[in-house]
């Protein structure tokens, strides 16, 4: 079974241009995720896809922030403007359902001068 | 706020020694989640317990839960030099659909 796909893995960029992150889930798995993990800090949920629908972006930057999940497969997450504190990994996974086991891919290292 | 918080922070310990982590939660919880962390790489699943479950094992891994408590404990035996990690708990917030994950212990185990 292949696990969740991540590009790029790596984005070095300066403040104030715009980056976008791709996720390819685990093939039927409903529920998708995208995370911010901060060096030395453990996962933030950004947003949670059921299908393609929103389920929770609570702590969603919306300012800067957007996602989308297309077909209720593959999803996009785009940050325009970026700031020097969207330095971090993004974690992208998915689960068959919510609350259940999540599996993640290997994340993008953003890194903004 | 965060609903996990791992103790301690980082532990170091001898290969074969037996590792002890340790997550408090605030609200009650449908399940909890143990999840691995390798330097650079994405997290991986590790355990699954539910509420009405007050022990799991997996391997050399042991969970337990006090819901009474809010808490719950990892047990690696008899560590290896590949178990070197961050180990993160997580839960669901009174119910909800997502999962909070903590901060994190970061263990070292020593050659």
């Known amino acids: 079974e292949a696990g969740v796909a991540q590009s790029p893995r790596y984005k070095i960029i300066e403040k104030r241009q715009s980056v976008a992150f791709w996720c390819n889930p685990i093939?039927?798995?409903?529920?998708l995720y995208w995370y911010q993990q901060i060096l030395g800090q453990g996962p933030k949920l950004l947003i949670q896809?059921?299908?393609?629908?929103?389920?929770?972006d609570s702590q969603l930057p919306k300012d800067r922030f957007s996602a989308e999940r297309l077909k209720g497969v593959d999803s996009t997450l785009k940050i325009q403007p970026a700031k020097l504190e969207d330095s971090a990994v993004y974690l992208c996974a998915s689960s068959l359902e919510a609350q259940e086991t999540q599996y993640f891919g290997p994340g993008t290292r953003l890194l903004v001068l | 706020s965060q609903q996990g918080e791992e103790d301690p922070q980082a532990l170091s310990i001898q290969e074969g020694e037996n590792a002890t982590m340790n997550c408090s939660y605030k609200?009650?919880?449908?399940?909890l989640q143990w999840y691995r962390q390798n330097s650079g790489r994405g997290l991986v699943h590790l355990i699954l317990i539910r509420s009405n479950e007050r022990e799991k094992h997996s391997g050399r891994l042991r969970v337990t839960l006090d819901t009474s408590k809010k808490s719950s404990s990892l047990l690696i035996t008899a560590s290896r030099a590949a178990d070197t990690a961050s180990y993160f708990c997580a839960t669901d917030v009174g119910g909800a659909q997502k999962l909070v994950f903590g901060q994190g212990t970061r263990l070292t185990i020593n050659p």
């Open positions: 093939s039927g798995h409903a529920t």
């Open positions: 609200t009650s919880i449908n399940n």
């Open positions: 896809f059921q299908n393609n629908g929103v389920v929770d």
